[in-house]
């Protein structure tokens, strides 16, 4: 039964009244050929679109919007399009990161200052899905993610190759001279075959995927390959739900719960996906008033093993996972662990919605009995170096590597890191921790660069691995023993602020511990002597950023956000 009527619709306000405010509008609205029956007492849909040029991920949404539209006019709504900060990945300086409370605040001003009752939001690249959603949990509207799935497979010379994964792998060959420059430029021409997201399981298939099982995507759709036919036809099915769910006033804070949350939590677990989920659910959590810690996704992590065989943890990538079976056949596969009855945007449960999901390749999307390895998709770490946390992901990691002790060599930020790596008069071996500092948000926005290149002459000597630890992210789609995230940061007088080259560094993921192995006396000299760094903005955007962001265990929202609360809508005159 409609819980709304065409007088309670929000853009009514707007349109129905016989105010001089109402004509204007009506008017707006007519100037560009619309008819008064098309818009007055139907809901009207924004579709917040994040394509650009400059997000090449993103490039096809132009048409999906169109295919959008068709669905919302056919359920009777009137759909309008409102541009949004693209935020592609790759190319945004200094990182999409810096960008994301940014998108965040502007999908949650677009709705409010517009006469909108119902939203899709058109995202996938990396810190759109979160950026957009944070913005509409905190307008509180119906609202349905629309993801702009993945690329097709990456092939070279009959080669899987993976995004990120396989770039990081090629580059350390090129440095250690196994391939030559015209290898290089094949590989450069084959990796990205289509529109759409990064084929690995990183960062955007991550959070995709989490949100699907969260019930704000329809359920499976993230899983649908960019370019495949079945993806304009799921575009017109959102665009016909979304009518429906104004109608409803099936709104965000009516699907998701804290069952919801941990079913995402479970999701990504099960898939090894990115690390930067922690930063980024955190902070959607924190937009509807919902406790979440590192804590609780280590829990998780403990309980779910890893099943899908995807780059970077595995071998497979997300074409291949489409043909398998997709997320309901992953979600269906790892039922017992999900809470089936929690509501998904499609107006029943997530339980009806994958109920007999098959699973079409058991290599691809393993068996519970038969996991990827005994390893996690995430640990927690903390202790003097890391009181506020730290994270690593040992499904990705060399297993060799989550118990060790090492002298320390540092870096000053990733200039630093470049200048020097591959000089050979750096003292380094297999067995140093590798440490970047002044990586994360305050310092330079929270960018990915956790995953810091291996010297040349360790990569001749065929070291593909060693110990990395950071206060950045690093990519979802890299793997590596990387320790990310370290909080409070060194930017605002963080432990890691305090190292020095040689100081033994201790890591055990088992235990779930980060040491620097340096007597308490000592450290609280350094800290006396420790000086702030310079701010790295004077005006814009970037002093605003560095006032007001949280740290990485906290979300990296601003503080002045990351709390739920409605704001009035706007008053019409």
């Not at 396989?166 to 289509?194: H, P, Q, V």
């Not at 297999?430 to 360790?458: C, H, S, Y």
């Not at 890691?496 to 993921?509: E, M, T, V, Y």
Request: charged share 25%; with cysteine; glycine share 10%.
């Amino acid at each position: 039964m409609p819980k709304k009527t065409p007088e309670t619709l929000r853009s009514y306000r707007w349109y129905g009244t016989d105010h001089l405010r109402s004509f204007a509008h009506r008017q707006r609205s007519m100037q560009i050929g619309f008819r008064r029956k098309d818009f007055v007492g139907r809901p009207v849909i924004g579709l917040i679109n994040t394509w650009s040029e400059m997000s090449t991920c993103h490039y096809h949404l132009r048409e999906r919007a169109e295919e959008i539209r068709r669905g919302i006019w056919r359920a009777g709504g009137f759909p309008v399009e409102l541009p949004a900060m693209s935020l592609g990945e790759v190319m945004v300086k200094p990182t999409t990161m810096f960008y994301r409370n940014f998108l965040a605040m502007e999908t949650e001003e677009l709705i409010r200052s517009h006469p909108i009752d119902g939203v899709v939001l058109m995202g996938g690249c990396d810190k759109t899905t979160p950026a957009l959603l944070m913005g509409a949990f905190s307008m509180g509207l119906p609202c349905i993610f629309f993801p702009a799935g993945p690329m097709l497979n990456g092939v070279w010379r009959d080669q899987r190759i993976g995004v990120g994964t396989d770039t990081k792998r090629f580059w350390d060959d090129l440095r250690a001279g196994r391939i030559g420059k015209e290898e290089w430029g094949e590989i450069e021409e084959a990796m990205t075959r289509s529109n759409g997201t990064c084929n690995t399981m990183g960062t955007a298939s991550t959070m995709t995927s989490i949100v699907d099982a969260m019930g704000l995507s329809l359920t499976g759709s993230s899983s649908i390959p960019a370019v495949d036919s079945a993806h304009p036809r799921m575009a017109t099915d959102v665009g016909e739900r979304i009518v429906e769910m104004v109608w409803e006033d099936l709104k965000p804070a009516d699907i998701v719960t804290a069952h919801t949350i941990r079913n995402g939590l479970v999701t990504w677990m099960a898939l090894g996906g990115s690390t930067n989920a922690a930063v980024h659910l955190i902070g959607m959590a924190k937009r509807l008033g919902a406790a979440l810690t590192l804590d609780d996704m280590a829990k998780v992590a403990r309980q779910v093993p890893v099943i899908a065989d995807l780059m970077p943890s595995g071998r497979y990538l997300m074409e291949d996972f489409h043909y398998a079976g997709g997320l309901k056949a992953l979600l269906w596969r790892i039922r017992e662990h999900l809470t089936l009855d929690a509501q998904t945007v499609e107006g029943r449960s997530l339980g009806e919605a994958i109920k007999g999901s098959e699973v079409y390749n058991d290599e691809v999307i393993r068996p519970l009995d038969r996991p990827l390895n005994d390893r996690p998709a995430i640990a927690v770490l903390r202790g003097n170096l890391a009181p506020g946390g730290a994270v690593v992901k040992p499904s990705a990691a060399s297993p060799q590597l989550l118990e060790h002790t090492g002298p320390a060599v540092v870096f000053e930020g990733y200039e630093d890191m470049t200048a020097r790596i591959d000089d050979e008069s750096l003292d380094v071996d297999e067995n140093t921790v590798f440490v970047l500092r002044m990586g994360g948000p305050v310092g330079a926005g929270l960018p990915e660069w956790g995953d810091m290149q291996i010297p040349k002459k360790l990569l001749r000597k065929g070291i593909r691995d060693v110990v990395r630890v950071s206060d950045a992210r690093m990519s979802g789609t890299r793997d590596g023993t990387c320790v990310l995230h370290v909080s409070p940061e060194a930017a605002v007088g963080g432990p890691l602020a305090l190292i020095q080259d040689g100081d033994p560094i201790r890591l055990s993921a088992s235990e779930g511990r980060l040491e620097l192995l340096v007597e308490d006396a000592e450290l609280e000299r350094r800290r006396a002597a420790w000086k702030p760094p310079a701010p790295a903005y004077e005006r814009g955007y970037g002093v605003m950023f560095a006032e007001h962001v949280l740290q990485a265990n906290e979300g990296g929202d601003f503080d002045y956000l990351a709390r739920p609360g409605k704001i009035k809508d706007p008053s019409i005159y």
